[in-house]
């Protein structure tokens, strides 16, 4: 096969992977606006809640990411969980940032803040997931 065709067939695995992506996505960030709104209600500063509300959607978004985005079955490596640790442990710090700059600094509402934090982080994370933590081999698939 020529390169022409490799980066093609490339391209449309890469883009119906980012659908699948945001598609899973969607629904953790819903159970993550869940349980961000729920700690809120109780009283729970903002900075808090994100971080009990991310945690929780973490655990969901590694699986469905690994087993339905990646099609990977294989066994769980210590390695792809650490990095998956890493990734959004990066992600809930720039998170946390990102928040405090659009409510407290730019007096956006607080749940409108969290929408455009989501948002811009959304490519971060799919970028570190595919070509870092469930990176395979071209040839895989």
Same mark, same amino acid.
């Given at each position: 096969? &020529? ?7 490339? !391209? /449309? ?6 659908? +699948? ?9 819903? @159970? =993550? ?11 729970? #500063?903002?900075? @808090?809640?994100? /971080? ?6 973490? $655990? !969901?978004?590694?699986?469905?990411? %690994? ?5 990977? %079955?294989? =066994?769980?490596?210590?390695? =792809?969980?650490? +990095?998956?640790?890493?990734? #959004? /442990? ?10 405090? /700059?659009?409510?407290? %600094?730019?007096?956006? #509402?607080?749940?409108? $803040? *969290? ?9 971060? &994370? ?6 870092? @933590?469930? *990176? %395979? &081999?071209? @040839? =895989?698939?």
């Amino acid at each position: 096969m &020529n390169i022409g065709v490799n980066l093609k067939v490339f !391209l /449309i695995k890469m883009g119906k992977q980012f659908v +699948k992506f945001s598609i899973n996505g969607g629904f953790c960030a819903g @159970v =993550e606006f869940l349980g961000f709104w729920f700690f809120i209600y109780f009283g729970k #500063n903002y900075m @808090v809640s994100q /971080i009990f509300s991310y945690s929780i959607s973490m $655990s !969901l978004n590694f699986i469905l990411n %690994r087993f339905w985005t990646f099609s990977l %079955r294989a =066994e769980i490596k210590q390695l =792809e969980a650490f +990095k998956f640790l890493v990734v #959004n /442990i990066i992600t809930m710090v720039s998170m946390l940032f990102l928040i405090y /700059i659009f409510k407290d %600094r730019m007096n956006l #509402n607080l749940f409108a $803040s *969290k929408i455009l934090a989501t948002s811009i982080l959304m490519f971060f &994370n799919f970028f570190c997931y595919k070509f870092w @933590v469930f *990176k %395979r &081999n071209f @040839v =895989e698939g």
